[in-house]
Every structure is written in C-alpha cells, then in structure tokens.
C-alpha cells in the first residue's frame, strides 16, 4: 500500500489521530479555534490571538494542539512536562496527536517527533508511517503496509497482536488500542472496552477511558451512545465523547460535567477531545477532504466500508466511484460493499462537490482474495461468513499448493464457506478436520446437511450429484462448548463441478437374506446420482405397490412373500436395477444390524445350532458345516476351508472369536488371537461340551471335567481343582461358569458380584455369562441372574416360566420357553411377537437370534432299539446340537443313587448311548439331558 497523495487542505482528529492533507495555504485562511469546557485552568481557553490556517486539532489532558496549513505546530495550555514547547525539528508536519503530558508530530517524510514526558521518546529508525495516535503514556503509528506499531509505557496497551494487518485506522485509549481493519472490523488489545459483534465501522476515536465507533450507515456505537444519526467524525476525552453532523453542528455525552459545545456553534469542519475540554475548527469554501484513502485486502463475503470526511460550505454532494465509473446511490460520506467477492476489487475514489467547486480523492485500491484459485475451481464465486472468516492456506493443503482454511473460533461461534453452481452436476472436494469431538465440519447442499467429519480426520474425497436449478453449497465449521486447547479447524481442497446429469449408481446393494417364517425382513439398498432419484421394488418382475423407499419391510413372512426381488431406481439420466433373494428359513434375527450380523444369508435351512457373538454369528448345519457372518475383524466370520463334522458352535456377548466342537471331541478355533484365545490345547480331547468367553475358551470332557484356555488375568482360565461332575459350561466377559450333575453352580475368574453365586441356588440346568453378570435355569422352569444390573440385566420379570434355555448379552438376557416361544429375561430388552417353534436362542451386543424348529423344543424324548450286546447295554435317542447326554443306572429299583456314564455330546441326529458295564444283570437304566 503506497502513501497516500492528497490534492486537498484539512485536518481531522480520528480517535486522537490528527492526518493533516497538504493544500495551498490561501484556501484555510479564515479559520478560527473555539474551545469549551474546563478552558479556566492552564490558559486552556487562552487561543492564540493570531492563530489562523489551521487545518487540524488535537487535545491532551490540559493542552491543545493546532496544526497549521504551512506544516508548524502550535500548542498552548498547560507546560508542566513541557508538552507545549514545540521543538524545531517539528516542521512540515502533517499530522498531530496530544495525550497525558506529551504531544507527537508526523512528518512528511513518515519520520516521527515527540516531546513531553510519558511516551515522548520514538523508537529509533521508526519511519514509513502514515498516521499516529497518542495514549496516555504511550503512541501508535500505522505504515503504508496496514501494519501497526506502539511505543511507551503502557503495560499490554503496547502489545500489538502478532499478525494484526490490513489497518485503515488506528486509535490510543488510556491504557488500551484500536485498530480499524478494512473489512470494517475493530481489533482491540490492552483494557479496552468490549466490541463484541461490532461490525461495518467506518471510523474509530478513544479517549482515556470512552471508545467510540462512526458506522457506515453514519450511526455511533459505543460507551454511552444514544441514537445519532448523520454523523461525519467523531472524538473521545477522558470520559466525554462528541459527534460532528453532517450540518456542521456538534454533540456531546458523558463527562464530569458534560463539556457542552456552545449554543451558537456551527460550520464545524473538525473536533478534538481532550481531558475535560474540547476544540472546533470553524471553516467554509469549497469542498475539503479531511481523511486519507487508504488501500484494503479483505476475504470474499466481507463488508467493507469506505469513509470520507469533507468540510466546506453546506449542502455538500457525494458520488463514490469505481474504476472511474460513478457507483448508483452511492451518495453518502460512507459506502459500504456488502458480501464483496473477487469482481469487486478494483479503484475506489469519492468526489465531493457544493457551490464553491468540488474535490476528487486518491484512489483506494480494494483486493478481494479469490478462493478460485486456492480450491481449483473457475467460474465459481466464494464467500465466507460467520464468527470468523476462511483464509487461504498454503502449509496445510491436499495438492501441495494452497487450501482454504477456517478462522478461528471460540466456543459456541462457526464460519461459513459458501458458492453456488446450477445443476445438474457432479461436485467433488477434498477436507479434512483437526480438533476435539465438538468441532465438526459439515457440508450442505441447500439447506440439508450432506456430510461432516469430527475429531482428527485427514484429507478425504466426497463426490456428491446435485440436481437442477442453482444450488446453494455450504462448507460449515463449527465450535461446541466443551473445553479444548486450540488450535482446531477445517480444511477444503481442490473443488471440482462438472455440469451435466448422472445416471443412479448403486452404493449400497440389497443383499440375499433368509429369515423365519412369521417374522419380518427387510431388503434394503441405497443408490447415488443426480437427484431425485425414484425407488421401486419389484417381487418376481412385478411391482410392488407402495414400495417407492430405499428399504422394503415385510411383516409376518410367509412362503408366498419368499422370491426375487428386484430394486429398480431411476431418475432424468437413466434407470438401474439390482436383484435379491429373500427366502424362509430357520433362524430369527433382529436388533442392531451395523455389521449386517441380522441379516441372515440365504439358505439357513436344516439349522441344528446357533451361536452370537457380540457383533458376529455361527450357524451349525446338519451336514456338518457352519455359516458365518456380520463382523470379520480379525477374520473371525472366516470359516476355515474343510471344515467338517462340526457338531456345536460356541459364542459369547464379549468373544471376537469363533469356537465349535467337531463329532470326534476336538475343538477348533479361530478369529482373534490376541490372548491365545484360539490356540486351543493339543491334547484336548473327548470334549462334549464348549463355551466361549470375551478373551478365552472352555470345554466340558466326557468326564465331567472342564479344561479353559487364553486371556487369565483375571483368574477366568484357572478351573478350580475340586470342580468335577459337570454338566454345564458358560463364559462371560472375564468370567467362567458351570452348573454340575446335583444343580449347583460354580463360578470363578474377575472378583465380582458375577461370580458370587446367589445363596440357596440349586437344581439349575443350565448356565450363561453376559458382560459382567450371569444367569441360570433351574429345572423348575424359573430363571435367576446376579452381577451387574446397571441396566436392568438381572431384574428377572417375576412372571417368567417354563424356561428350558437362555442365552445372555452384555446387557441383557433371552429365553426360551417350553411352548417354543421366547421371553426376556430382564426389564431392559424386548422381544418380538409372532415367533414360534423356537428351540434356541442367541444374545450379543445389540442383537439377538433365535432358532426356529418344525416343533417347540423336544423336552421328552422316546428312546428307541434298546438292545443287550456283546458290548453291553445299548439305547439309541434323537439328541440336539449343544446338549449334553448321559446313561445312568441303578443295579435295583430300590438303589438310592443313580451311577451315572460318561457325557455324550448331542449332534443333532439319533446317539446311541452305551453301558459297557453291564454282567448281563438287570439294570435300571435313565438318560439326562442338558
């Protein structure tokens, strides 16, 4: 920015500013100083007798301050600091400032002179200013580059912020400073008084403790302003603040007392404030400018004021000018370009015209920053608006040149970074976000939100498809209220739009799904591509009525709902299709589907078994295989290739593996291994039974023994010594479980309430672990829980019976009940209505299946070809996948103990159980199930 040239006489105090405006000397000749006020003390009202061609004034506490047409200074009042002794470097000065006990000069040649006590001495090498002000003991100067410097003794006053630039005005208070930037932004540090969401300033003024601000609608805000409208200039004392109008007559507030201007004052083309007294300069003639025209740089979206102070002979004309060309309506002392963007840099000047003659200013060069460049794009037009505004960035950028960056922002504030392109077409950009959880950056196309990161989050590309018509796009960051460290801001790079319509994209497919039958399921699928976009599901080719959403539900499945179905989407550039297959089969799922563990793949049909995990399940078929699916973090929905002969599956709410029992007593396992959780141990075998905990396994052996393996800090791996004749297993999160042949239970591992088994439990039949609370059956049908219970976990519904299974989750329980029908075990889940024939059950996190059989669960089943052999005793009975068997006999009715065999795991197929004891006497033969 280069120093202003001017081509006319005058002097103008902005907030103890003095810019003095180099004209031939005969156009001032009959100017004349009043003063008014506290003017009793020190010869304050003791004017210069032959005081004339002032072109400026400026007030100190108790002295005054006149610059003349020829570059001298005069000043008169009080001298105890010697503030009125003008040195005789003081000459060709174009500007003064007064404060405490000093007074400073600004010379032509940009060099500075002070004298007085108290911020009198300048800062060696201190050149290249255009403007000064003075504070109580310490000065400001604005350089021809909009950068501010500060000198004295004035505490955090002096501080100037660090990067502070594009100044067009500046002002020293008491102990604090103002700088005016170009956008219409006041940027204060030191004690200053609060400027919270004070824009479109157009001229500033600071007296010892008042700041005043002139807007660029001619209206005052600030310490004790009223409504004054029409105003051209203001000033500010100790505590005292006056307004010069456009009429040339002047107003004053605040004070102790008021310094009220007298009645008769009039053609005022200038004012001053000092301790409690005030100035005027008296003047007519032709058109004056009294303020310089400086050169700003501001962001698109700004508001950027322009101020021109003019004296002269009444009515005065204004006409502002861009690039030479007059600006319609522009006819006022301020203009103000409101939402600048690139087009509207170029050169601004104002001509002012009355009777005498008129006066064209310099030119202010106006540069708006164009976004274009720094995001890639042309033909584009950026704004940016908010608490703070978007900046161009070249450290921090997705192309190794330059990004656009977000201001900064304090807490509950946000910027906006904005354009418009007309549709149809296909937007695509790079961002990226740094900061705490409560700082998103969102994009939004019209008015609905379309995307947005949080936290720390590196460059990522969206493309998003935009419809007809002009469409607003908003690139929004902003701060919540929690407590953080800065700094935290987002980041877009590289925008990109192509005009032109884009035929629908699937990005989601529906997916093939099995699901019982009196359920419901549903088939969903998502596609992209210009807007709107029409949806319709067809079943076997055939339109379904009603089904125009991204998601089809069918309630209460039946076989004549089982088919193809197809999603068909269509909008102006085209038409695609997608087909999927939904069928009935046996196993139930609903609750949370984040990693798709409901939907169920197709052919879920001769299902013996069925086991969750907290987001993934097993399926056991009757051939002998399993079926995987939802999460597959560390490969633990990876079945292994060959696996045969499976005859169990385990799982558990908290286990990141999979576990199964195959027909010859191993077992295999596989998924996360970060605990040894799946090196199962080379020498188990005859194993009837497994169980899976969140971090490590467990098996039942044929004897009733119970081996446990991986994660054991909390104990869950080290069975008990004494523990014998089980029949039951369970793991939950960091403990174990098992229910023995008598009904009692044991449990061991994580110290807590979960593994204190309630006082007088027995006859229980069945066991099962959930996050940190566990669960029994009895053999009366009644289900009892302990552990934690900040979820309604273990708050058994009294009426609950008739229980023969249940599986538990990390918050909650499921049962099934003698009737097929299922239960909840607690007060803080849900089931579904309408299943039927359910013979098992599954919990994980959020989710829960069950199994559907052609009847409600085998309770008492016939025993078939009881046959004496060569090998003893035999007897075959149908068995179920997961339950554990056992012979038992007595030599005579009479007997008091049932001697019992070895555990036979079920399989799901007929077992034929064996007594190899027998001598061929008679016995008295039952078998168990668990």
Known sequence: MGKPSFNSVAGLQLAGVLVLLCVPLACRANSQVVTWGSTNSFGLGNVPANLTNVVALAAG????????????????GSNGAGQTNVPAAASNIVAVAAAWQHTVALKSNGTVVAWGTGGATVPAGLTNLIT????DYFNLGLKANGTVVAWGDAGSATNVPAGLSNVVAIAAGGNFSVALKGDGTIVTWGSSPSTTGLTNVAAIAAGEFPLVSLKANRTVAGSGATVYSNVVSVAAGRYHSQVLKDDGTVTAWNGAPTPTPPATLTNVVAVASGQNHCLALIGDGPPVLTTPMLNRSV???????????????????????????NIPAATNVTLLLTNVVPDDSGNYSVIVTNNFGSVTSSVAVLTVADFS???NTTGLVWTTTGNSQWFIETNVTHDGVAALQSGVLTNFQSTTLQTTVTGPGTLTFWWKVSGPGDAPLRFFGGNSQQAGITGNVDWQQKTFYLGAGPQVLKWIFQKGGNASVPPYSGWVDEVSFTPGATAPIFTTLPVSQSQASGFSATLSGAATGTPPLSYQWQLDHSDIPGATGGAYTIANLQSSNAGNYSLVVSNIAGITNTDATLELGQIAAWGDNGYGQITVPPGMTNVLAIACDKIHNLALKSDGTVVAWGNNDG?????????????????SAGAEYSLV?????????WGNNSHGQTN?????????????????GMALKTDGAVVAWGYNNDGEANVPTDLSNVVAIAGGSFHSLAATADGTTVGWGQNGVQTIIPTGLSNVVAVAGGLFFSSAVRSDGTVVSWGDNSSGQTNVPSDLTNVVGLAAGWYHGLAFKADGTIAACDTNSTVPLGLTNIISVGAGLFHNLALQGISPPVLHALVTQPIMTPNGFQVSIPTQSG??????????????????????????GVKTLTDATTTGMQRVYRIRQW
């Open 635 to 651: 490969g633990r929905a990876t079945v292994p290739a060959g696996l045969s002969n499976v005859i169990a599956v385990a799982g």
């Open 661 to 669: 029992l195959k027909a010859d007593g191993t077992v295999t396992a």
């Open 680 to 696: 199962v141990p080379s020498d188990l075998t005859n194993v009837v039974g497994i169980a899976a905990g969140w971090y490590h």
């Open 132 to 135: 000064i002000s003075a504070g």
């Open 883 to 908: 339950k554990i068997y056992r012979l038992e006999y007595k030599d005579s009715p009479a007997d008091a103990d049932w001697i019992p065999l070895s555990l036979v795991a079920g399989n799901g």
């Open 299 to 325: 962001l698109p979206g700004s508001d950027v004021p322009f101020y021109i102070s003019a004296v002269g002979a009444r009515p005065l004309a204004y006409q502002w000018q861009a690039n030479g060309t």
């Open 373 to 375: 460049a720094a995001l």
């Open 61 to 76: 506490d108790s002295h005054s301050v006149a610059l003349k047409a020829d570059g001298k200074v005069v000043v008169w």
